[in-house]
């Protein structure tokens, strides 16, 4: 076992005199680290004694007690001060702070080097080093065997708190809420405490940081390679778990995220296949209903939605992001737009947060299997007015109206009427009328700048804009004309994007 702070001060080779804290004698010293910083407590891991020449401590009596009750919260076992060195006066307050938090409080005599402190520590580290490898290895061992459980990750949270006896939680750092569905959330009075400390101090670059709360100590680790999985370590005894074998666990949970993030990509592609199908009406209704259970979309009451992003590679997360907040779905990325197949029961606050922000949602009213490609036509109208009105999220039929239209029927009458003859007219002929439309109101109706964009002469675009006219009887020197095509082309460039 490591060496506690009553047989360090017991050692006569050393002369080390407690100067206040003796109820924290019974603290075991893992480790000896020196630092002169000024916020000593950010190099703790838990069980250190902290060892400084006193450039570390502040000459007033405030800054002293809340340094002391830093390293507490952080779970330092000890804290130790050079004789005649550069420590400022210790004043009474801090002294008492120690006495009370308890923080054992060690006068190193001069010149007494440090490394002598260190060696001792290390040396009386030996067997709790051999104890430590063990427990290691049964940790990578839980790895194993947990993969056999009908929840390898539960199985595995349950046997990593036995081994290190502490209660051990998985949450989304950013919400705080279970990592896995079925995740175990963290006991009510930890969540409000945590989601203070989480919105005022940044774990960024940070393998762990102590904190104590209501009187016990918490960890709050990062697990490896997944940006938003926080560990959260309530230890049911002192002293608190070693930080190395900390470190281990955090791995071990790591390598079974992403082994279950890797099955989540597979069945991804698969309800990818399934959902271009769905849409293109190349399934019929029974095999909807049996391929949407099977995606754990229920048949009978989901939703279309649509995700908006300047870059699609934002929105390839948004699967797991569903799936962890228990919202299984099917998606279809088509350019920069997601397509979701998702429960209807899910919120506006969780498609917002899974999706991240600065994106446009589109949602459809709830449908069944048989209406999946008038779902997907809503929640593009619904997009496009969420992009119209400036909104993160619109529901079709609800809230504002976009371009003066309440439904895509109505959208799809305008554009049939405006664009239908030039529609049937490049199915039988070559041309490219609808692609110079666009091209010449983009470009301010410039003749010239219309011609450079499509590499074609000014003359081609005179005429391809005077067969429009004939085409749509529509007079293209009126505003009026200009204004109604430009929204039927906004209206058919979102219902099929």
């Known amino acids: ?22 109820a924290g004698n019974h603290n075991r010293i893992t480790w000896a680290h020196t630092s002169d910083l000024p916020r000593l407590w950010e190099w703790v891991t838990g069980g250190e004694l902290m060892m400084t020449n006193g450039l570390s401590i502040p000459a007033e009596a405030a800054g002293q007690v809340a340094l002391a009750e830093a390293l507490v919260d952080a779970g330092a076992g000890a804290l130790a001060i050079g004789a005649q060195m550069h420590a400022p006066e210790l004043m009474p307050e801090f002294l008492a702070a120690c006495e009370r938090l308890p923080l054992p409080l060690i006068n190193v005599p001069y010149p007494l080097p440090f490394i002598a402190i260190a060696r001792t520590v290390a040396e009386s580290s030996l067997l709790e080093e051999s104890r430590r490898l063990r427990q290691t290895a049964r940790i990578y061992d839980l790895l194993r065997t947990a993969g056999t459980s009908e929840d390898p990750l539960q199985g595995l949270l349950l046997g990593l708190g036995a081994e290190l006896d502490a209660d051990l939680f998985v949450v989304d750092r950013r919400c705080l809420h279970p990592w896995h569905p079925d995740g175990q959330p963290l006991p009510d009075f930890l969540q409000a405490e945590l989601a203070q400390l989480t919105g005022r101090i940044s774990l960024a670059g940070k393998k762990f940081q102590w904190h104590r709360l209501h009187g016990r100590h918490v960890l709050m680790m990062d697990i490896p390679t997944h940006a938003n999985a926080l560990l959260v370590v309530l230890p049911n005894n002192d002293p608190v778990p070693d930080a190395v074998v900390l470190l281990h666990a955090a791995t071990v949970l790591g390598l079974e995220l992403s082994r279950k993030v890797l099955s989540l990509e597979s069945e991804h592609r698969l309800a990818s296949e399934f959902l271009l199908q769905a849409v293109d009406g190349r399934l019929g209704t029974a095999e909807l209903e049996s391929r949407l259970t099977a995606f754990d ?171 429009i006219s004939e085409l749509t009887g529509l007079d293209m020197t009126e505003t009026s004309t200009l204004a109604q095509l430009w929204f039927a082309l906004q209206i058919h460039e979102a219902m099929h994007k």
């Open 297 to 467: 979309v229920p048949a009978e009451d989901f939703l279309v939605v649509s995700i908006s992003a300047d870059h699609g590679e934002r929105l390839g997360n948004v699967h797991v992001e569903l799936w962890r907040h228990g919202f299984p779905a099917a998606c279809l990325r088509r350019f920069n737009t997601l397509h979701v197949a998702v429960s209807a029961a899910v919120t506006d606050d969780i498609l917002i947060h899974c999706a991240g922000p600065d994106v446009r949602i589109g949602i459809s009213s709830p449908t069944s299997a048989p209406g999946i490609q008038r779902a997907l036509q809503e929640s593009l109208w619904a997009l496009g007015s969420a992009k119209g009105n400036a909104l993160n999220l619109a529901r079709y039929a609800e809230g504002a109206s976009w371009l003066g239209l309440t439904s895509f029927e109505e959208g799809t009458a305008l554009v049939e009427r405006l664009l239908g003859p030039i529609f049937a007219y490049e199915q039988s002929q070559e041309g490219d009328l609808l692609v110079t439309l666009r091209t010449y109101l983009d470009t301010q109706r410039s003749w010239q700048k219309t011609a450079a964009a499509l590499f074609a002469h000014r003359q081609t675009v005179i005429y391809r804009i005077r067969k």
């Open 1 to 22: 076992m490591a060496i506690t702070v009553a047989e360090l001060l017991a050692e006569p080779q050393l002369g080390l005199t407690l100067l206040a804290g003796s």
